[in-house]
């Protein structure tokens, strides 16, 4: 014997499976309460209660034939209800994948800071070539995970970044290069 209720909440309940009303009512676009209906539970074979916004009931002897099929479509609502579930649970991965910005997943791989600040105190302090103090490995696996996860722009930013990009890179690399020339100057002097 199966239970069909339309609750005040506006949920369904077809024997234990509890349906949000908008879900129900695309797989059922024919429903409809009885004016004036709060609420309605019918028991299969039974009958109804109906109660009203008043909060009087009345009971409807004998089978319905609408709850009689919402009760055989169980299956399919709990169905929906896991499938709805299941895009939910996806729609909220992509919106954390989202969240995680190209610079997030960059610095998670990178090769961390320590290995850095050893790589460049051996090339600038001690001397060694950028291949013996691991400045170029270092710099390959910078240049690996930025391909990996590039930074998102529109095509107005990059044909911008990519003309600042050329002349800042220069004037970049001389103010670098002249600052560790003259850190190691300093250091070499103490």
């Known amino acids: ?13 077809v024997n234990s499976v509890r349906i949000p009303l908008g879900l129900f009512l695309m797989m059922e676009p ?44 169980q299956r399919e609502f709990e169905s929906a209800l896991m499938s709805e579930k299941l895009e939910f649970m996806d729609a909220i991965r992509q919106v954390k994948s989202l969240s995680e910005s190209a610079i997030d997943k960059r610095r998670m791989e990178y090769p961390p800071v320590s290995d850095l600040i050893v790589a460049l ?14 400045v170029t490995a270092l710099q390959e696996a910078r240049k690996a995970v930025k391909s990996k996860y590039p930074k998102e722009t529109s ?36």
Request: charged fraction near 30%; include cysteine; proline fraction near 1%.
């Open 155 to 190: 095509e107005c930013q990059q044909s911008t970044h990519a003309k600042d990009s050329s002349i800042t890179a220069s004037g970049t690399s001389v103010r670098r290069s002249s600052r560790s020339m003259s850190m190691k100057n300093k250091l070499k002097t103490e």
């Open 121 to 134: 105190w051996k090339h600038i302090v001690e001397g060694k070539s950028q291949e013996e103090s691991g």
């Open 30 to 73: 024919s429903y409809r309460t009885p004016v004036d209906c709060r609420s309605q539970v019918y028991i299969q074979g039974k009958g109804r209660r109906i109660v009203d916004s008043k909060g009087g009931s009345h009971w409807i002897d004998g089978a319905w034939s609408e709850g009689d099929r919402y009760i055989s479509r």
């Open 1 to 13: 014997m199966g239970r069909f209720e339309h609750k005040q909440d506006n949920t369904i309940v």
